[in-house]
């Protein structure tokens, strides 16, 4: 595991922290994991500081795409976050591989997980799956370019 994160990881200039206050609430925060190789574990580099953060359960995603939302890579590392005395220390226990990252497995695990959490989603707000005006979005796609 230790192995995919560093080769995955050099690929991204950033990643996306998030864990849990001391009130239980949810936070993210953008930093700059960097492998300590000896220890197996991520010293973060937070960008800016923050009173949210603590010690416990957390996760690290990284990923990217165009301008377009093409070319997606990502990756969730999930693990414990550790604040020790040279700063904050990630400690990696799952890695996720997601789009661009994990091979098949790794696309087909992202589409499978978006397709389970969107009827979660609808599901719990009692909400119908929504169409698509696809005729009207052509529509105003020929209309833009004139």
């Avoid at 953060?53 to 377009?68: F, K, M, Q, T």
């Avoid at 959490?117 to 020929?142: F, G, H, M, Q």
Wanted: aromatic share 8%.
């Amino acid at each position: 595991m230790w192995g995919e994160i560093v080769e995955h990881l050099a690929e991204f200039p950033s990643a996306v922290l998030t864990g849990v206050d001391a009130k239980g609430y949810p936070f993210s925060i953008r930093c700059r994991p960097e492998p300590d190789d000896a220890q197996e574990e991520l010293r973060i580099r937070l960008l800016y500081d923050t009173p949210a953060i603590r010690p416990g359960p957390a996760s690290l995603l990284c990923h990217s795409h165009d301008e377009n939302l093409w070319n997606q890579k990502s990756f969730l590392v999930r693990g414990t976050l550790s604040q020790e005395d040279q700063g904050w220390s990630f400690h990696p226990q799952q890695f996720i591989p997601g789009a661009g990252t994990g091979g098949l497995r790794g696309m087909v695990g992202f589409i499978a997980g978006a397709r389970k959490n969107t009827k979660r989603y609808l599901r719990r707000r009692r909400l119908a799956r929504p169409s698509v005006p696809w005729d009207e979005i052509e529509t105003i796609k020929r209309q833009a370019k004139g």
